[in-house]
């Protein structure tokens, strides 16, 4: 029997088509080389221990019978659940030891929730000699990522598994592989720290009191999304920065841009970006410029002067895989 595996699952960032993609329309998402790494072992107990320390958690345990409660402290759910949903699936019961180590703050918006729930559901269908496929891995994921924070489309779980650049549409519906090749991002931290549950209620609320209007802008977006998808593969990146302007326009008319991202946005697109918009679920995290070979130095000094902070990252990251 295998007593100990280890996995990495790489971050994302939102290309196109945020928030649109929680109501059935397509998004384009792409990993990048930030990874989180999940260690499991068996114990000989009736415990799941914990460690994870880049959420502040070292040590947590919790009884196998008892995984997944409501009152758990946050840093600990989406493994503990994630547990609780691979054991129930496959009727296991063993003690259990989680390491986690991720090479990003779990500040900046790129999916270390969904990295470290993918992590959990490969290390253990490994550990237990489960062999999952990757649609597999995603709705286990997906159901996890559900009962942890009760909303989301399932999009960064999607990019930790397949990895590289995807086209998806809400729930897994579609998940597309693109070969778009690398991506000249340059990508700016505001600092702020975005809830992401907390901003999806709030175009909910936005669309339950303005269905046509914000049907319209998901629509709009949608497009987009289709546009870039072209683009994309095309490789025009000229078109994709034109893309990006466009799509962060209807972000801001649904209200999820803030001051911060405008200002760092503002600053790349002055400083010669093809183009520039937020990722993700917006009010703070980073946003991301796509930049021409000759100006990515400036653009980098600039957001910096701005305030934000620059993450270097590569895409075409590898999803899920095996480390040891
Ligand atoms: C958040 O990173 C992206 C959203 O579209 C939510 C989701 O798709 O789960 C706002």
């Not at 975005?194 to 998901?218: C, M, S, W």
Request: proline share 3%; glycine share 10%; aromatic share 8%.
């Amino acid at each position: 029997m295998i007593e100990r595996i280890e996995v990495s699952a790489p971050g994302k960032l939102m290309l196109f088509g945020e928030h649109a993609v929680v109501y059935g329309r397509p998004c384009i998402v792409t990993a990048v080389d930030h990874r989180m790494r999940v260690m499991v072992e068996t114990a000989n107990d009736s415990n799941l221990e914990l460690y994870a320390p880049e959420v502040d958690v070292a040590g947590y345990i919790e009884k196998i019978n008892n995984l997944g409660r409501d009152d758990a402290p946050k840093g600990t759910r989406f493994v503990s659940v994630a547990v609780r949903n691979f054991f129930n699936s496959f009727g296991i019961k063993s003690g259990l030891k989680v390491k986690t180590k991720s090479d990003f703050s779990s500040e900046f918006g790129f999916g270390s929730s969904s990295a470290v729930t993918v992590g959990v559901v490969k290390a253990l269908s490994e550990l237990f000699e489960k062999p999952l496929n990757n649609k597999e891995i995603f709705n286990l994921s997906y159901n996890t990522i559900l009962d942890v924070q009760g909303v989301g489309s399932g999009f960064d779980a999607a990019a930790a598994i397949w990895g590289g650049t995807i086209y998806f549409i809400t729930g897994g519906k579609k998940i597309e592989p693109l070969a778009a090749g690398k991506l000249p991002l340059v990508v700016g931290y505001t600092g702020i720290k975005a809830d992401t549950p907390t901003l999806v209620r709030q175009v909910a609320n936005f669309y339950k009191e303005n269905k046509k209007l914000v049907g319209k802008i998901f629509d709009s977006i949608e497009n987009i999304v289709e546009e870039g998808r072209i683009a994309l593969s095309n490789h025009d990146h000229k078109k994709l920065g034109v893309l990006m302007d466009q799509n962060q326009e209807l972000l801001n008319e649904l209200g999820v841009s803030s001051p911060e991202l405008e200002n760092l946005i503002v600053a790349a697109r002055k400083a010669g970006a093809y183009g520039a918009k937020l990722s993700g679920a917006g009010g703070g995290d980073c946003m991301i410029a796509f930049v021409p070979k000759g100006s990515r130095k400036l653009i980098e000094k600039v957001i910096e002067e701005k305030g934000g902070k620059i993450i270097n990252v590569r895409t075409e990251a590898q999803g899920v895989r095996l480390e040891a």
